[in-house]
Every structure is written in C-alpha cells, then in structure tokens.
C-alpha cells in the first residue's frame, strides 16, 4: 500500500504529469525535457529525482549522457502506465508538449545525420576509440559460429564491419542505416 501511495504523491503534480506523458513517448535527457517543458533544468531534475525514486520512472546511462523513460517493471511502471492513460490527450498543455517533443526528435534526428554524413569516412577509427574492437569482433564470431543464418540483417550497418565479419556464415547479407553517406560507404567496402 505504501509503494502505491509513493507513486501517486510523487506524480500527483501537473509537471510530473506531463513528464509521465512525455516519457512514455520516448527516451529523453534533462536537456530535451527543459526544452520541452520551458523550465529550469533544476526544476525538471528534482520532478525526475522524485518519480525515479518512486519507480515511476528508469534512469540511464548510455555513454556521457543520462537519459528517463517511463518505468517498464514493478508496481511503479503499471502505476506510470495507468496514469499516461488518464492523460487527456486534447489537453492544450500536453498537446503543447507532443509537439515540442516532435521538434526535439527531429532536432536529434538532424544532428545523427549530420554527425554521420561528416565522419562516414573515419567511421572505424572514431568507433574503435569508445569500444575495444578486437573484444567485440571476437565475441560476434563466437555467436556467429554458434548461430548460421540464411539472411544476416545488420541494422545500423555504417561501414558494413559486422556484414564484412560474420556475413561469410550467411546465405545473404543485408544492410540497413538511415545515413546514405554510411550505405554508400558500406557498399564500397564490401565490394
């Protein structure tokens, strides 16, 4: 009982609210949502601080950044997801928000692409700088001699590394990335 109660002080608020909207529609950082929302950045941290701590919300790392989503286990997701559900979708406010987030995602869209089109050529070297990549081109052999295929699908091929390594062990090979610099890339290197 007192779990229940804790998720439902923690998003009785209208901020919070939206932020259980908001996140249930995407993975976002402190920076996305105080563009979203238009509130400090203290603000929006001490709403996330409270809705993780009462399971309404998973915060995580992925490199540098830190990014919420609403919760996917435990009492506190259903909770998070019975209440996204009571959120009036023609609200003005909410509406309001839906829309930022769309400017946020596109805005994030644009910057990959951007990103990708002006390093598709040094692409192994930038990626062999955050991963080792011995350890993990070894750990994909191991998997690929335990699991042939008759079609390798690579979803976010970039130059077509994982193809050029493993794809040996499949019928045919297919590789999907939302950059053409990265296909087109991909498609030299494999020929």
Known sequence: ?????TGLRAAGEPTRLRLLAILAKSELTVTELTQILRQSQ???SRHLKLMCEAGLLDRFREGSWVFYRRAREGQGARLAALLTGLVPAGDPTVARDMERLEAVRTLRAERAGAFFSANAEQWNR???LHVPE???EEALLELASVHRTGTLVDLGTGTGRILELIGAGA???IGIDLSPEMLGLARTHLE
Do not use: Q, W
């Not at 009982?1 to 109660?5: D, K, P, R, T």
């Open 126 to 128: 930038i990626r062999s």
């Open 42 to 44: 203290p603000r929006v």
């Open 171 to 173: 019928e045919t090979g």
């Open 1 to 5: 009982m007192e779990e229940l109660l």
């Open 134 to 136: 011995a350890k993990v």
